[in-house]
Nanobody, 120 residues
Framework: QVQLVESGGGLVQAGGSLRLSCAAS?????MGWFRQAPGKEREFVAA????????YYADSVKGRFTISRDNAKNTVYLEMNSLKPEDTAVYYC????????????????WGQGTQVTVSS
């Protein structure tokens, strides 16, 4: 059974930074991060290929967030800088063998979510 375990959320002031981690069990996947704010639909944030050679970002986070991975640990990271109140959401990690499935939000595996709150 594949499990994704997220960590690193919390409360931070606007302009601050946080780093999220997502550890996958069993093997390497294409992986991504999504977020859902109260009353809003889930939205794509960032994704990374299995090798780490290709990365994708939502326009709203380009230049502020960086996705990376350590395949020796089967772990993906989301470094979030210059955080804004509108970044407040529950952040979910997603994984799948298919990169396109992750990008489309249709990954087979999802983490439990971690809360990120940015105060103004």
């Amino acid at each position: 059974q594949v499990q994704l375990v997220e960590s690193g959320g919390g409360l931070v002031q606007a302009g601050g930074s946080l780093r999220l981690s997502c550890a996958a069990s069993l093997r390497t996947f294409s992986m991504g991060w999504f977020r859902q704010a109260p009353g809003k639909e889930r939205e794509f944030v960032a994704a990374i290929s299995k090798s780490g050679g290709t990365r994708y970002y939502a326009d709203s986070v380009k230049g502020r967030f960086t996705i990376s991975r350590d395949n020796a640990k089967n772990t993906v990271y989301l470094e979030m800088n210059s955080l804004k109140p509108e970044d407040t959401a529950v952040y979910y990690c997603a994984a799948d063998d298919s990169r396109s499935a992750v990008l489309a939000g249709n990954g087979d595996y999802w983490g439990q979510g971690t809360q990120v709150t940015v105060s103004s």
